[in-house]
């Protein structure tokens, strides 16, 4: 079945092709090295972690400290309606200089 597409044996980055490898795009004229996409893909998700400042390995998927430097965790954070993530130490004082304030 791969051999009647193209002959080639190897992807562009020298990976045996298999049929276990090997995603044939719709129409079966293209195809593609599953584990180039793989690490494309790992490497786009890590670059994009990087860029917002997440490190891997936090479930929930936010930076170690907030903004004012208070360590995050899971029981720390508060999620709002919006689905924003908020430092519940923050936000209590945030919270308390708004009452004080008024
Ligand atoms: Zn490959
Ligand atoms: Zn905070």
Known sequence: MVSQMTTETHCRNGHRRTD???Y???GGLRWTC???Q???HLAYKKERHEARGWTAGQPWGGPRVCRNGHRRTK???YTSPSG???CHTCKLTTD???NQTR
Do not use: E, H, V
């Open 96 to 98: 308390n200089l708004y």
């Open 84 to 86: 924003q993530k908020q």
């Open 38 to 40: 793989k690490k494309t």
């Open 34 to 36: 599953k584990t180039c």
């Open 20 to 22: 276990a490898n090997t």
């Open 24 to 26: 044939t795009y719709p």
């Open 75 to 77: 029981a720390s954070t």
